[in-house]
């Protein structure tokens, strides 16, 4: 089959089921036309027609996912970018609940039996924790008083991108709706602040502790 990727790669990968579901989502939210066309805006015509098989074999390049960010923004421009991307966040973490949620263990009674701050807290540990052991993604959590903070030392949403502003706007979608999830329909506030893509040293994604409705 006839590729036009680039010869050097990252070395760094999802595995296949997650970045199956990375373009199931964005079929959800732009329909398979529109998946098709930003493949091949994004020179990734191996991938048209041809997601990835459902496995955990390493096999979803870290720079595919940022040649999709980039094609989004290329295609839609920044904000329509950003919104689609967000979409498409939270549609993946639904799909990926689907194929990891019994490996995360929180649907157990115990972990529902939880206050809501504890909750978020042992959800978004188990998320970082699912991410650090499955992929080649590295997260890393602090908190503060008002937040926890949500820091992608190797982000493969952004990879090979500079950007002006953060433009990780799939993890803010992970995050938005694993929060709203695990808070059992709640909204919070989730807001990326430092961007690899920017020059920053890291991606950091903040996450309000407290729902805003
Ligand atoms: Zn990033």
């Known amino acids: 089959m006839p590729t ?22 964005l079929e959800e939210v732009m329909g398979r036309n529109g998946v098709n066309a930003l493949l091949t805006l994004a020179k990734l015509r191996h991938l048209v027609n041809n997601y990835p098989p459902n496995n955990l074999e390493k096999g979803f390049r870290f720079e595919d ?82 937040y926890f903070i949500w820091i992608i030392e190797r982000c493969p949403v952004c990879w090979g991108r500079t950007a002006d502003a953060p433009c990780c706007h799939a993890a803010v979608g992970i995050l938005q709706e694993g929060a709203h999830w695990l808070s059992g329909g709640k909204s919070f506030r989730v807001e990326e602040v430092e961007c690899t893509a920017a020059g920053a040293p890291a991606c950091k994604i903040l996450i309000g502790k407290r729902p805003i409705d």
């Open 4 to 25: 036009d990727n680039p010869p050097q790669s990252s070395g760094f990968y999802y595995p296949n089921n997650m970045g199956r579901v990375v373009l199931q989502a």
């Open 65 to 146: 996912f940022g040649a999709i960010t980039q094609g989004l923004d290329d295609m839609y421009g920044p904000r329509g970018g950003r919104g689609l991307g967000i979409r498409a966040g939270r549609a993946a973490l639904k799909y990926g609940l689907r194929e990891f949620g019994a490996v995360l263990g929180i649907a157990d009674l115990a972990f529902r039996l939880l206050p809501l701050g504890m909750k978020l807290k042992v959800g978004i540990n188990t998320l970082a924790e699912t991410f650090n052991k499955f992929t080649d993604q590295v997260v890393r959590l602090e908190e503060d008083e008002e």
